[in-house]
């Protein structure tokens, strides 16, 4: 049997959180919430295992992202409002001015 292999997401990372132990989020109402966040619907989340730490949620979207602060503060309100208790970090670099 052919091992499925998952293709890399397309796009920057933006941001990734983690959840408080317990908690899970669907990749349906992530990528929902996401594309809700950034205002695309040209983004992809993952959920990433991270050897002896648990699970990482990464969230991607295009590289030339208009506003990625805003993004982030939305994606933060969406989560808050769902009842989950997160940790969440920016990776990608934002440009001077982002709202």
Do not use: H
């Amino acid at each position: 049997m052919a091992k499925l292999v998952q293709s890399p997401p397309a796009g920057v990372r933006w941001l990734f959180f983690r959840l408080k132990p317990g908690q899970s989020i669907s990749p349906t109402r992530l990528k929902a919430a996401w594309s809700d966040a950034t205002e695309t619907d040209d983004c992809s989340v993952r959920r990433e295992e991270i050897e002896g730490a648990g699970y990482v949620y990464a969230l991607y979207a295009p590289n030339g992202l208009c506003m990625p602060r805003r993004a982030e503060l939305r994606m933060r309100v969406l989560l808050e409002e769902a009842g989950y208790s997160f940790t969440m970090g920016a990776l990608a670099d934002r440009r001077p001015g982002d709202t």
